[in-house]
């Protein structure tokens, strides 16, 4: 039996710093995208364009720290760090 996606993401926790660990470098370059990308290959859906104010918002407190957007952002326009000690990923079994 194979458990879905968000059965998965149950059981993982993010501990969350006051400072987002993910920064859009240039909000010009996600204006300026076609694709919006990161609002698909993020498995946490961390990214989400909002056409209003035409921005990309991140919620960084859903980040699983998989460093997905590092690379697959066709712009490399998203700067990933660790978040720093104390905070980030923790898991809920095992």
């Known amino acids: 039996m194979s458990?879905?996606?968000?059965?998965?993401?149950?059981?993982?926790?993010?501990?969350?710093?006051?400072v987002s660990h993910l920064t859009i470098k240039e909000t010009d370059v996600c204006v300026d995208c076609t694709t919006k990308d990161c609002n698909f290959f993020?498995?946490?859906?961390?990214?989400?364009?909002d056409p209003s104010q035409k921005i990309t918002t991140v919620a960084y407190e859903?980040?699983?720290?998989?460093?997905?957007?590092?690379?697959?952002?066709?712009?490399?326009?998203?700067?990933w760090v660790y978040p720093q000690g104390g905070y980030g990923m923790s898991y809920k079994l095992g």
Do not use: H, M
């Open 3 to 18: 458990q879905n996606l968000s059965d998965k993401l149950y059981t993982i926790r993010f501990k969350c710093d006051d």
């Open 42 to 49: 993020c498995p946490a859906d961390v990214y989400d364009w």
């Open 62 to 79: 859903n980040c699983i720290e998989c460093g997905t957007c590092r690379i697959a952002c066709p712009a490399y326009n998203i700067e």
